[in-house]
């Protein structure tokens, strides 16, 4: 397992909540075990204990996106160097499972399980792959999503780094709010075009008929 795939454990984390809309889905063991996909064995290490647990590491990984998405690069680095510290992994060259057309190994770097409970895992390789992700891709490559009330968190992988929203649902969403409005100002302004011509052309009428008047 490469460094670059723990990093989608932070996205998974962050956006078990939705704050937006009142949501959580982080309420139980089974959620738990759930984030942790294939990796079956730290997840039957989870307990009751861990949805607390959890909870303020998410908590804490939240903000680490949200510092990089308002621009803040040095609080978002402090913060994720907190989790780092607080929650050390232990790197290991790994072979399994990975063969060339030969049959050997495909080495990679692995972070070693041995954490003394679920969250400590699951925390130290989130940290690790956001740290990984950071600074391989920068700072700005870490992103909440501008369709709200979403703000869910993502990784911007994209070529130019346009990427704005955490799912092509969002983007669409987004997209055809942006169309309904523009055409909300485009009638709301042919609107007030045609008022003013009407009123200039009231205007006109009863300026043409004044002269009249004061003639009599």
Not at 117 to 127: D, E, H, L, S, V
């Amino acid at each position: 397992m490469e460094l670059a795939y723990y990093s989608d454990y932070a996205v998974r984390l962050v956006n078990s909540e939705e704050p937006g809309r009142n949501k959580d889905a982080l309420t139980s063991v089974d959620a738990i075990r759930d984030l942790f996909g294939p990796s079956t064995q730290m997840a039957r290490r989870a307990t009751d204990s861990d949805v607390t647990r959890f909870r303020s590491v998410r908590g804490r990984l939240r903000a680490v996106f949200e510092a990089a998405d308002g621009g803040d690069e040095t609080l978002a680095v402090d913060l994720l160097n907190s989790l780092l510290l607080e929650f050390p992994v232990s790197p290991q060259i790994s072979g399994h499972d990975h063969r060339d057309d030969d049959g050997r190994p495909l080495w990679h770097m692995h972070l070693a399980d041995h954490p003394s409970n679920a969250t400590a895992g699951y925390a130290a390789i989130a940290a690790m792959g956001l740290a990984f992700h950071l600074t391989e891709h920068g700072v700005d490559r870490l992103g909440l999503c501008e369709a709200a009330p979403c703000r869910n968190a993502y990784l911007d992988t994209s070529t130019n780094r346009s990427r704005r929203y955490c799912s092509d649902r969002c983007a669409t969403r987004a997209n055809v709010a942006a169309y309904r409005a523009r055409k909300r100002l485009e009638t709301e302004r042919s609107a007030s075009t045609g008022r003013t011509a009407e009123t200039a052309q009231r205007a006109s009428a009863t300026g043409e008929r004044r002269p009249d008047a004061g003639g009599r």
